[in-house]
Every structure is written in C-alpha cells, then in structure tokens.
C-alpha cells in the first residue's frame, strides 16, 4: 500500500499517521509506503501528486506489480490517492490495483458541502475550516484545477470510500462514489453512523474505528493478489 497521509495539504505526516497507517498494514497484512509529500505553502498539490506518483514507480522498481499497489490516503490525502492514481493513468504509467478513500476531499468548490448540515455538525472539521484553509494556503486559485469529482474517471481501479455521517466531506464521498459509479469503477462507499473527520485515526478510543480498519483490512486482502514479483 502506498499511503498519503491528510492535514490540508498543510500538516501532518510520519508521526501523526502512524498508528492509523500501522493499524491499516496489520489488518490488511500489507507492507505500507507512508509519502512524506512536499506541503503547502511552501510548495504546491502539483508537487505532491508528483511525489505520489514518484513512491509509486519506486514501488514497481522495488519488484511490485501495479495490481498488487493499492494507493490510499484521507482527507486531502484522499485527494492525492485519487489524482496519483489519476496522473499515472494520464502519463500512461502502470495504475494501482485499488484506491482506499477515508474522508476524501474531491471537489474544491465549497458551495455545496458549507450548505449542507453537516457543515455546522462535524466537530474536527466545521464548515468555517474550508475557508480558513483556502486563507492559509492560499487556495483561491485552486478551485479552478480539476478536481477529481470533476474529471474524466475512466479506468479507475476498484475503489473503497468510508466517511463519517455527520461530516463536512460526506457531500464529496457521495458524489465521487456517483461519478465512479457512472465510470464503470466497483465502488464500495461506506457511510460510517454518527462519526466524524477521518475517524479511523481515533481507534484507541473509538470501536468504529477499529471496525472501519477491519473492512479497509477486509477489502485490501479481497483485490490486492499475491505479494511481489521475483
């Protein structure tokens, strides 16, 4: 598995992912790549998508076939797993054979997510977030890339989506699942009851979490076949 940890394109990284990722390597009885991408502000998403996509060919000249790489992330690492993947379909690269979203952001247009209720219900990641990210990050320009909601999804591997009820990107993992869906991708959306922003990093304390590890553990051992070449 190759993994992209979340924190707004701004944060987070080994230390604060790896519990979660260990958690997800154990159930899934998978060796992880955790990226140590480079972050805003000081460099762009473009330069994380390339650092993506440079630990995947790392992985295929390591000996892995592409259908044995699932690429995985949250939150805004969940957006990197998506335009990796999609980057390497585009560049005519070898693609993963799965893609695991927990969280994901897909769309960067705020309009639909800040009217939604969850915008005022989802206690780590409040409406008020997006916009103070935009700020921060300097994201204005951003909402006129393609985002992955948006572009041409065609020859996605299958794909797992978990997210939690009462969260700000429930909006985002419902309508990628669509377009998916409409693409022809086997895509299994998972709508967590009652949780919140990438919940699945609060295991030690919540049993969802440890049941949501389970099923990612669950679908990463139902399409991840044998283990290297050579």
């Known amino acids: 598995m190759l ?3 979340g924190g707004g394109f701004l944060c987070g990284g080994m230390r604060s992912h790896l519990r979660l990722v260990s958690r997800i390597s154990d159930a899934g009885r998978t060796p992880v790549l955790m990226v140590d991408y480079r972050m805003l502000p000081k460099h762009s998403i473009d330069d994380a998508v390339d650092d993506g996509v440079d630990a995947f060919r790392f992985l295929l ?3 892995y076939r592409p259908e044995q790489i699932v ?10 797993a998506f335009m990796v993947s999609l980057t390497l379909r585009d560049r005519r690269l070898p693609t993963p054979g799965a893609i695991v979203a927990l969280s994901p952001l897909t769309k960067w ?3 639909r997510k800040l009217g939604h209720s969850n915008a005022a219900r989802c206690a780590l990641l409040p409406g008020k977030a997006l916009e103070a990210l935009a700020g921060l990050a300097g994201l204005g320009d951003e ?6 909601a948006d572009a041409d999804l065609s020859g996605l591997p299958p794909t797992l989506v978990q997210v939690g009820s009462h969260e700000l990107f429930l909006v985002d993992a419902e309508s990628m699942t669509e377009r998916l869906t409409e693409a022809g991708t086997a895509c299994e959306l998972q709508v967590w009851d009652r ?5 699945p990093i609060a295991a030690d304390l919540l049993p969802e ?4 590890i389970g099923e990612i553990g669950r679908f990463v051992r139902a399409v991840v076949p044998g283990r290297r070449a050579g």
Request: some cysteine; hydrophobic content about 40%.
């Open 195 to 199: 949780q919140v922003h990438v919940f």
């Open 109 to 111: 247009d705020p309009t």
């Open 61 to 63: 000249a390591a000996g």
């Open 71 to 80: 690429v995985a992330g949250d939150s805004a690492g969940a957006y990197l």
């Open 209 to 212: 979490g440890i049941r949501a």
């Open 3 to 5: 993994y992209l940890h």
């Open 143 to 148: 909402r006129d890339r393609v985002c992955p």
